[in-house]
């Protein structure tokens, strides 16, 4: 017993009841583990050799607790075994995490579901709890056992929490796949009113290969909404989407390495507006607008509104392939009412730079509307293929487009226009590719 006034144990087996200031559960059960005889008490209490006895109760109170590598403020914890059903009961209340785990265990085993329903579910260090006062286990690593050894799992919250973001409601289904050597996730749903995600995948348990693989559709019906609601707030007014993609993370989740997340991602967003100038997800765009702008105010004086009023949109489309930390936009185009940009080239999502082209058709008369609209419908164009195949082919719409080389930054992209006489010869083949791997 650690604690002074705690409530008395049961009878029969170890009964633990803390209550500290700061408490790593990691660190606990790796201490636990070097008691072990068989040096793995994941294999279940009460399983040969074991020192201590089989465990019945633990009550936990802290201020801020580490458990399976997430941090809980305030937290309460009770874990309770009902010796003659077999069952288990955790329960958890936190600043970040609220609610009940069950499952059933026979000689060390889980036996049947582990159901889980949380009120709400964090995953993730939240920038608004602010630095942790657990010193780092220093391994990066969580310390997940690689079989993972319960037949099947239900998890419901009502929401889920991604380092601080909320991302709506949460529902999955997984189930256990021992030939295969993997677990089945057989359905997720994820999201509100605003966006919903649906998907099915699997996590290979051992191997070079492990880690989790996802493959989902999400429907929006309001993305500025949505986006408001997970936190970021005034990015987007508006934006009804369709996405379609596949994911792989591998080593997921015993790390959260970017370099091992890869896939690919489709993209189909109509009528919105970038609201807040100067952020992340527009400054690019307003940039490319703004330079475009100068170099083209002479021909349509209409172009100085721009980006007046946030940065408006008919159309965005695109396909976006992600490998050992780059991300390879291709066919990207965002149709506004007063021209087209196409973007293509990779930004690494690690050190956050850019190695990209873009070029900018406005609308200014019928040939440009005409170029413009048919950029629109065609599924697939590259900026290599629209200036040999497209543009070039007319000398009014060469003499109107631009076209930049962007480098940089997320933060401080840069902008700089390719000359007409070095575009024409760029043209034909040369072209940023896709990451290295593709």
Do not use: C
């Not at 559709?217 to 936190?231: K, Q």
Request: net charge negative; hydrophobic share 40%.
């Amino acid at each position: 017993m650690i604690g002074l006034s705690r409530a008395a144990p049961p009878p029969d087996g170890l009964a633990i009841d803390i209550a500290y200031p700061l408490m790593d559960m990691d660190a606990w059960n790796d201490i636990v583990a070097e008691f072990s005889v068989d040096g793995d008490v994941r294999k279940g209490a009460g399983s040969a050799g074991t020192v201590f006895p089989e465990l019945t109760m633990l009550n936990l109170q802290a201020d801020e607790a580490r458990v399976l590598g997430m941090r809980m403020d305030h937290a309460v914890l009770r874990l309770l075994r009902d010796p003659e059903a077999g069952q288990w009961s955790m329960n958890v209340r936190s600043d970040q995490t609220t609610g009940t785990l069950k499952w059933r265990q026979t000689e060390g085993k889980v036996v049947g579901r582990v159901s889980g329903r949380f009120a709400r579910l964090g995953l993730g260090d939240d920038p608004a709890d602010g630095p942790s006062l657990l010193p780092e286990n220093g391994t990066g690593e969580i310390s997940f056992d690689d079989e993972l050894d319960m037949p099947a799992i239900t998890l419901e919250a009502d929401e889920l929490r991604i380092y601080g973001h909320s991302a709506g409601a949460l529902s999955l289904e997984g189930v256990k796949d021992v030939a295969a050597g993997n677990w089945r996730l057989e359905s997720l749903f994820l999201g509100n009113g605003h966006a919903k995600v649906r998907g099915t995948g699997s996590r290979r348990l051992r191997g070079r290969q492990r880690g989790l693989s996802l493959k989902a559709n999400a429907e929006v019906a309001d993305l500025g909404a949505w986006l408001d609601g997970a936190g970021f707030a005034d990015v987007m007014e508006g934006g009804q989407s369709v996405l379609k993609g596949g994911f792989e993370w591998r080593d997921f989740p015993w790390t959260h390495r970017k370099d091992r997340l890869g896939g690919s991602l489709d993209v189909q967003l109509d009528k919105g507006r970038f609201s807040k100038l100067g952020s992340r997800s527009a400054k690019l765009l307003e940039l490319l607008s703004l330079q475009s702008v100068a170099r083209l105010s002479s021909l349509d004086k209409g172009l100085t509104g721009l980006t007046q009023e946030g940065f408006p949109f008919d159309q965005l489309r695109g396909s976006v392939e992600l490998s050992k930390g780059v991300a390879h936009a291709r066919d990207y185009k965002v149709i506004r009412p007063v021209g087209t940009i196409l973007l293509e080239g990779n930004s690494n999502i690690i050190d956050e730079s850019l190695d990209m082209q873009a070029v900018i058709v406005p609308n200014l008369d019928v040939s440009g509307a005409t170029i413009a609209a048919g950029i629109a419908i065609n599924p697939v164009i590259g900026v290599g293929a629209f200036l040999s195949q497209w543009l070039f082919k007319n000398p009014l719409a060469r003499a109107m487009t631009v076209r930049y080389r962007v480098t940089g930054t997320w933060d401080d992209p840069v902008v700089t226009e390719i000359k007409s006489e070095e575009a024409a010869v760029a043209s034909g083949t040369k072209g940023a590719g896709p990451p290295a791997g593709h």
